[in-house]
């Protein structure tokens, strides 16, 4: 049940992403949350595979290298879901921070309730 929070709180995010970059474009509310969902798999299996094999080149650029596979795993739920664009990797780049800060607020807020 907590995932499934975790997904719509996270979708939540997504829609305010797309609502502030005119480089990112989602069809409607169903898709946000699909896309949540797609994110949250991708992190959990494609993240730490892509965090291992380029350990060496993150810790030469002091971990800024990690927004790039944040903006690769992006681009990836952009190629799995229908109904969610994305116009290039920079796109990427500001709708993973966007997300990734809205959730840790998110999630902070709920760990204080």
Avoid: C, H, R
């Amino acid at each position: 049940m907590k995932f499934l929070i975790k997904i719509i709180l996270s979708s939540f995010s997504v829609i305010v992403a797309d609502w502030l970059l005119k480089g990112v474009n989602i069809e409607d509310y169903l898709t946000s949350i699909l896309v949540a969902f797609v994110l949250a798999v991708l992190n959990m299996i494609l993240k730490p595979i892509l965090v291992l094999l380029t350990i060496p080149i993150t810790m030469i650029t002091f971990g800024l290298f990690l927004l790039v596979i944040n903006a690769v795993i992006v681009l990836v739920a952009s190629d799995i879901v229908p109904g969610f664009t994305i116009n290039g990797f920079w796109w990427a780049v500001a709708f993973s921070l966007i997300v990734s800060l809205l959730n840790s607020i998110i999630n902070a807020e709920n760990k204080q309730q």
